[in-house]
């Protein structure tokens, strides 16, 4: 008795399944690049906060010994300068953050369809891995019963 060919198993959306996996990636990749903006931003502020501070530091070290009007308007309108420039980081922070959320949103809901594809397809595989044992004791009942009958003639 011959053996029928063996039928492989076909997923019938995996390029949609390629297509999402594709983008899952994509936007993983898309997400490290604005976490490392988002940390570059958050350096910058960090050294305007240092250098405020350090300023401020210098000031209390040079009035306590004496210093002319004229450099403390100086310092002043340096102090000033950085504020505006924590103010302009701060919010270049927060919105490299907002960028940050946002592609980890759509990785989130991208990783759930991807997931829910890869379980539809290893519940078709089961499936289909039924239905070959299905048919394989099929053929081994055939087999037996030509036996039984060869024998019985």
């Known amino acids: 008795m011959e053996r029928a060919p063996v039928a492989s198993f076909k997923f019938k ?8 996996t594709q983008m899952e990636d994509t936007l993983k990749n898309e997400l490290a690049k604005a976490i490392r903006c988002l ?12 250098e405020q501070k350090k300023c401020m530091s210098t000031i209390s070290s040079e009035s306590s ?36 959320d946002n592609y980890r949103e759509k990785v989130i809901e991208a990783s759930k369809e991807k ?14 891995l039924k239905e070959q044992e299905k048919s394989e004791q099929k053929r081994v009942d055939e087999v037996i ?9």
Do not use: C, W
Request: proline letters at 1%; glycine letters at 4%.
């Open 13 to 20: 959306l995996q390029p949609l399944l390629n297509i999402k």
């Open 39 to 50: 940390e570059e931003e958050k350096g910058f502020l960090k050294n305007f906060k240092e």
């Open 65 to 100: 010994n004496g210093v002319t009007v004229e450099r403390l308007r100086s310092y002043n309108a340096y102090i000033s300068f950085l504020k505006e420039k924590i103010q302009n980081q701060t919010k270049r922070v927060k919105s490299a953050q907002e960028i940050v």
């Open 115 to 128: 997931k829910m594809l890869e379980t539809l397809k290893d519940k078709q595989y089961g499936e289909y």
């Open 145 to 153: 019963s030509y036996k039984e009958s060869i024998k019985r003639s």
